[in-house]
């Protein structure tokens, strides 16, 4: 069965450095998704990509994040400058249709800033 | 802004029980859907219902909808130990926004 693949599972860093999350998402999905989940918390919006672009951002998307989608395979996260409260785990996730979206998302990357 | 929320939070009961979960939402959906997520995973879609739906069946799930009390249930019937996992109801915005937004989810333990 097809599935989102995400890379690295866990990644430490220092407060600061730039993070890049890579995603596979399915190959045929059109939109692609990134999530992310504070330990015990909700699981929260954070962007949506449709056709090379940004479709739609919450407000903790702010201009320390940025997403790209440079190969039409591979689907990443930039954090430019983490801080202590971006640690989380961070889900992908795609989907092929419009109206009934359902999402296959990504097994996560967990990211523990120091 | 519409928002998921499940209730209760969580919730033990004995393989072999029922397992009620229930969400209530604040906006006008076009459809709410359930997922799962095992213990530091990702999570797994289970079921979709569509805003003109009322209840709907998938293997050993059934969830119903109640639009004007903007509610959702989930049951699990028969519970296995397998099923133990947190589980999030999500919905997507009426007028054609493509994101989910979950709630907090209802962790659910199956005791053996």
């Known amino acids: 069965e097809p599935e989102v693949t995400q890379t690295p599972s866990h990644q430490v860093t220092q407060m600061g450095q730039e993070v890049i999350l890579r995603c596979v998402p399915i190959?045929?999905?059109?939109?692609f998704y990134w999530y992310r989940q504070i330990l015990g918390q909700k699981v929260e919006f954070l962007v949506s990509?449709?056709?090379?672009?940004?479709?739609?951002k919450s407000e903790i998307f702010d201009d320390q994040f940025s997403v790209e989608r440079p190969d039409g395979s591979n689907f990443t996260l930039k954090i430019r400058s983490t801080k202590l409260e971006d640690s989380a785990m961070y889900f992908c996730?795609?989907?092929?249709?419009?109206?009934?979206?359902?999402?296959?998302f990504g097994a996560g990357s967990r990211l523990t800033v120091l | 802004s519409q928002q998921g929320e499940e209730d209760p939070q969580a919730l033990s009961i004995q393989e072999g029980e029922n397992a009620t979960m229930n969400c209530s939402y604040k906006?006008?959906?076009?459809?709410l859907q359930w997922y799962r997520q095992n213990s530091g995973r990702g999570l797994v879609h289970l079921i979709l219902?569509?805003?003109?739906?009322r209840e709907k069946h998938s293997g050993r799930l059934r969830v119903t909808l109640d639009t004007s009390k903007k509610s959702s249930s989930l049951l699990i019937t028969a519970s296995r130990a397998a099923d133990t996992a947190s589980y999030f109801c999500?919905?997507?915005?009426?007028?054609?926004?493509?994101?989910?937004?979950f709630g907090q989810g209802t962790r659910l333990t199956i005791n053996p």
């Open positions: 996730a795609s989907s092929g249709e419009r109206g009934a979206n359902v999402l296959t």
């Open positions: 190959s045929n999905h059109l939109y």
């Open positions: 990509f449709y056709n090379n672009e940004i479709s739609e």
């Open positions: 906006t006008s959906i076009n459809n």
């Open positions: 219902i569509r805003s003109n739906e």
């Open positions: 999500a919905t997507d915005a009426k007028q054609g926004a493509q994101k989910l937004v």
